[in-house]
């Protein structure tokens, strides 16, 4: 499977192969790869990995496991085998779930001969603030607590690292050391909409406390002109090359 060559990930939120391509063609000189989410998959999904797999384009399959240990572990099984770059799974599934989950790709790619996904651990969502945290989910305490607290359940899980809002990065780090993997999401440019995103910042900002990738959607899929939408995020992250 590829590697990303860069930090910078951007989101195939359309609902068909060609849509998808397109975009692809058109930036996939300039990004770290693509993340192939519900709305891609579920329309088209051995397809779509398929011919990003034959592009030499890698994914991040953003399909947010959650289920008992042994269905978790079949999934994860079929997307190394589609060739995801990188799978998550939802943490609140519980250590044992997130094991399944990493044991299984360990020997699928063994099976293959090929290099594993990494496997990382969704936490809390980015459309999720405070509120909504307490009021709605039932959990006590602050976002952050919770977070790194998955953080860490993920680890001894033996998974490669999160999903987590720039604004936990530096807690997570220092919690989970320096390899850790953190993959932020809804990462906004400066005078981009936020959209449904509430615990944000920009490419610059969280490259800053720390993340390892940065996924961006809506500021780069629906600029009149996506290229130069990449470059200016490059630019602020330092990569452009």
């Given amino acids: 499977m590829a590697s990303f060559k860069n930090p910078l990930i951007i989101a195939l939120d359309v609902d068909n192969i060609d849509k998808a391509l397109a975009l692809a063609d058109k930036i996939g000189d300039y990004v770290g790869g693509f993340k ?10 051995q397809e779509i990995m398929r011919l990003l797999r034959e592009k030499n384009l890698p994914v991040f399959a953003d399909l947010k496991l959650h289920d008992i240990p042994n269905t978790v572990a079949a999934a994860s099984r079929v997307l190394t085998r589609q060739g995801a770059s990188i799978l998550n799974v939802h943490a ?11 044991e299984a790709v360990r020997e699928e790619a063994a099976k293959a001969g090929s290099t594993r996904p990494k496997v990382l651990a969704v936490t809390v969502l980015t459309s999720i603030d405070q509120r909504v945290f307490l009021q709605e989910m039932g959990h006590t305490g ?10 860490r359940l993920a680890q001894e899980a033996g998974l490669d690292g999160v999903v987590a809002s720039p604004l936990e990065i530096s807690a997570i ?3 989970c050391g320096a390899d850790f993997i953190i993959l932020t999401p809804g990462i906004r440019p400066a005078g981009s909409e936020l959209n449904d995103q509430k615990r944000t910042l920009t490419p610059g900002e969280a490259m800053k406390q720390g993340a390892t990738y940065l996924v961006v959607g809506r500021p780069v899929t629906a600029a009149a002109d996506p290229v130069t939408a990449v470059k200016k995020i490059l630019q602020e992250i330092d990569v452009i090359r």
Avoid: F, H, P
């Fill in 173 to 175: 780090r220092e919690a």
């Fill in 142 to 151: 602050a976002i952050q607590e919770q977070v790194v607290k998955w953080a």
């Fill in 36 to 45: 192939v989410g519900m709305q891609l998959y579920y329309s088209a999904g």
């Fill in 92 to 102: 609140s599934g519980g250590k044992a779930m997130m094991q399944a989950a990493a």
